[in-house]
């Protein structure tokens, strides 16, 4: 008897559907961990001493055509007897998913080191799509001592406000930003929330005006430390995934930004409170995904801001549901920066 299993077409190979195996999300994790394993074992209803072979490479992808799962059992279903066999995936090669890398300057910035960042980025080839998001006051400066933005350098803003113009002293306006010939924008990013108050509610606003103006939204969305010390981190995440997004037929994308391990610098596969694991970035993304898809949204990127640099970045772009980096303090410098968009195309 032949069991049919359907499985999701990751970018990385060696990612299965877990439900659609019925693994556990634990097993699905140390799947993940072990990108290079030529084998799994599955748990569950499939048993514990069953093989599953994956591929070896992190350039081919499981076909569309659906595989089968051998099994010995002359009955309708399985049985504790049940013997199964491998499960043959037929292999194919596809081109590199494209990333976002965006960098976030934060209050942070010269004119002396966005010449040295357009030169930089204008020596990289790349697939994927940068964005740098500087200051205001940099964000229409397109050339300075003979250095012009490279084309494939995309200009965005760190806010806006959630008005059109007005008696807002200090505010700045999506039209504004569009007039500069910025193309995206971070709406919600933590240290907004944290340090202005701002709720979800309003970020949803602000991303309205984005979409208006013909700017991409980041919506940013995570948890504080507190959060996941408490156990609640997906539902505050969950809670700020439905409440940030407009009801607006347009495209826009997510940032995933743990706020207890912003400037950990590193990613590990072992427990540290201020540190967020693969398994940690895992779960959460492959939450949102399944959210978004909830609310009409399926295929929508997500990127992840948890202290991402050149020697992180690969690891964390082969996580399923990884879509780009938002990148801070690896972005201020023009050779970190240009190490992180390199790292990123490895995958």
Not at 2 to 19: E, Q, T, V, W
Not at 70 to 93: I, N, S, V, Y
Not at 219 to 239: H, K, L, P, T, W
Request: net charge positive; glycine share 8%.
């Amino acid at each position: 008897m032949c069991y049919k299993i359907k499985y999701r077409n990751y970018k990385s190979d060696f990612h299965l559907a877990r439900h659609a195996l019925r693994v556990t999300r634990h097993d699905f994790i140390k799947f993940h961990l072990n990108p290079q394993a030529e084998n799994v074992r599955l748990n569950g209803n499939v048993g514990a001493n069953n093989i599953c072979p994956i591929a070896a490479t992190r350039q081919q992808l499981w076909s569309r055509s659906r595989p089968r799962l051998r099994g010995g059992d002359k009955k309708a279903g399985m049985t504790k007897k049940a013997r199964w066999g491998k499960c043959h995936l037929p292999l194919q090669k596809t081109e590199n998913i494209m990333k976002i890398i965006a960098g976030n300057w934060k209050m942070n910035g010269s004119l002396a080191m966005l010449r040295d960042m357009y030169a930089a980025i204008a020596d990289v080839k790349t697939n994927n799509i940068v964005v740098l998001c500087p200051p205001f006051t940099l964000l229409n400066v397109r050339h300075m001592d003979g250095v012009e933005c490279p084309k494939h350098l995309i200009i965005g803003a760190q806010d806006i406000s959630e008005h059109d113009g007005g008696t807002f002293t200090g505010d700045i306006s999506a039209k504004m930003v569009a007039e500069s010939g910025a193309k995206y924008v971070i709406v919600g990013h933590s240290e907004r929330r944290a340090n202005h108050g701002e709720t979800s509610e309003l970020v949803a606003k602000k991303a309205v005006k984005a979409i208006e103006n013909k700017l991409m939204p980041i919506i940013c969305v995570g948890e504080n430390a507190a959060q996941r010390e408490s156990g609640s981190a997906f539902d505050v995440v969950g809670e700020m995934v439905r409440k940030s997004i407009p009801n607006i037929d347009s495209e826009i994308i997510v940032a995933y930004e743990p706020v207890w391990a912003i400037s950990a610098g590193k990613i590990e596969t072992g427990k540290n409170d201020r540190t967020a694991t693969t398994r940690d970035i895992a779960e959460m993304h492959v939450f949102i995904a399944d959210i978004l898809k909830e609310i009409g949204r399926a295929g929508t990127k997500i990127l992840y801001g948890g202290s991402v640099k050149g020697s992180n970045a690969a690891e964390i772009m082969a996580i399923p549901n990884v879509d780009g980096a938002l990148v801070g303090g690896a972005s201020l410098k023009a050779s970190d920066f240009v190490a992180t968009v390199l790292a990123a195309d490895i995958n």
